[in-house]
């Protein structure tokens, strides 16, 4: 089993409703999201997925997210945008585009350096 990673940042604002502190403003971060799709084999030339075409099917939902207010884009307009639902995000859009050969394993994003949550099924 080969497991491919592709890690990419953006900046966002976001805040917690029902949050009893801080986070509860508006308040922003650079985020981290990694990506990380297993394959059971390569092609012909010894590739499983290629980085590069991991890296555009995960930019294309983050660029939705970069540089603006997460909890005005759907589903976090009606669900609280934390990294949990965040990792979630991520990992169902992906993955809803990823070819049949390749799996999600897992996603997961840092809200800091010291803050993380992984989402898998």
């Keep these: ?9 953006f900046a966002a604002a976001h805040q917690l409703h029902g949050y009893n502190g801080e986070c509860s403003e508006i308040h922003g971060h650079t985020w981290r ?5 297993q394959a059971h084999k ?3 030339i010894g590739i499983s997925f290629d980085f590069k075409q991991l890296k555009a099917l995960t930019n294309k939902v983050v660029d939705r997210l ?14 609280n945008p934390t990294a ?4 979630r995000y991520c990992y169902t859009e992906v993955s809803g ?10 996603v997961t994003v840092w809200e800091s350096d010291q803050y993380a949550v992984t989402y898998e099924k």
């Design 42 to 44: 390569t092609d012909e």
């Design 1 to 9: 089993m080969y497991t491919i990673r592709y890690e990419t940042h």
């Design 84 to 87: 949990e639902n965040l990792a």
């Design 33 to 37: 999201v990694r990506v990380e799709i």
């Design 97 to 106: 585009v990823l070819p049949d050969f390749v799996t999600m394993a897992r």
């Design 66 to 79: 970069d540089h603006n207010y997460i909890n005005g884009i759907p589903p976090f307009d009606k669900e």
